[in-house]
Structure formats: C-alpha cells, structure tokens
C-alpha cells in the first residue's frame, strides 16, 4: 500500500512539473512571438466595453486573444460574432476550454494564426493589446484592411500614426484604453 501511495504522490508530482512546464513555455512562446500573455481584469473589461456601442450580428476581432475573456464577454454581453485570433496554441485550447465551459463555444471562434495571416476586412471591432512594436507593425496592416467606421480598441498603448483616429481615451492607473475610429 505504501508504495502504490509513493507512486501516486510522484505522478502527481510529475504532472504538476509538466504542467507548469508546458505554462512557461506558453509564456515564453507568446513573447517571442510578439507579446507576453496578461488577462486583463473583469474590472478593466467592463470599463473598455463601457465606451462602445456594439451592436448585434457585429463582428468583434481580438488580435491576441490569449485566453478569451474579452472575446466570450463580447458575445455574451452584446450577442455579436467573436472571433479570436491567438498563435499560442495553448491559450486557443484554454480558450476554446473556457468556451465550452460558459456555453459561449457555438457563438465564438478562436483560430490559431499568426495576427498578421488574418484578414481584417470584415472586422467591425477590432480589440488589441499589444506591444508598442508589434501594434507599429500593424499599421500597414490596418491601413489597408480595415474598412471605414471600424473602431479599433488599444488597450495599453496608443497608436502612433493614428492620432486624428483617436475618438475617446479611458484613462486607468495601469493600462489605459484608446478608442480610435478609421
């Protein structure tokens, strides 16, 4: 009995070192491809939707999505079509986990690409939080993509190049949030 006990503890051990394993490297992945995962509050994602006005049957675009939230809430709260576009294939399967979980998985989509292989043409919203670097390489992306009247959310970090877009500034202690219509 001791030693089925013994090898219980060690596989269980052993699972908890792979799993924080297979977390860091999803970390580490998700810098090197351009911006580190950080989950953005409840707090903070009801003050960022408190400054649109999305409407149903809209299409709302998180480049980055790491695990979902802002997505799920979108579509729950506001009944649009989510989608989320994350290179971490870890962080599309949580999202896709967490989806499953809350009911939201028939509404949204989470698609592992790279942000820059994904079409923005029929983006109605498009929510980023992104490094300043990487949003700077978005730019032609933008410019060339995304339609007129589509209201484009930084969290975090303004859009160099796009101040006569800017439409609001929700301002916060850590991250503020900016609104600029194309």
């Known amino acids: 009995m001791t030693v089925y ?11 908890v070192l792979l799993g924080v394993a297979v977390y860091g490297f999803g970390l580490i992945f998700s810098s090197l491809k351009g911006a580190p995962y950080v989950p953005t509050s409840k707090k903070q994602l009801e003050k960022i939707f408190k400054n649109i006005s999305l409407k149903k049957d809209d299409v709302f675009v998180e480049l980055g999505s790491g695990d979902g939230r802002l997505v799920r809430y979108a579509i729950t709260k506001y009944k649009v079509q989510g989608i989320g ?3 971490n294939p870890l962080l ?17 989509q989470f698609i592992r690409k790279n942000i820059f292989d994904y079409s923005l043409t029929k983006v109605d919203y ?17 410019k060339k993509e995304l339609k007129k009247g589509v209201i484009i959310i930084s969290h975090g970090f303004k859009i160099i190049g796009f101040e006569k877009k800017l439409i609001h500034t929700e301002p916060d202690k850590t991250f503020s949030t900016y609104y600029y219509k194309i």
Do not use: N, T
């Open 126 to 142: 498009l929510y980023i939080f992104l490094m300043p670097e990487l949003i700077q390489k978005l730019l032609p992306k933008f």
């Open 85 to 87: 576009i994350e290179i």
């Open 5 to 15: 006990i013994y090898f219980l503890l060690l596989l269980a051990e052993a699972l």
């Open 92 to 108: 599309v399967w949580w999202s896709q986990l967490l989806a499953k979980r809350d009911g939201s998985i028939r509404k949204v």
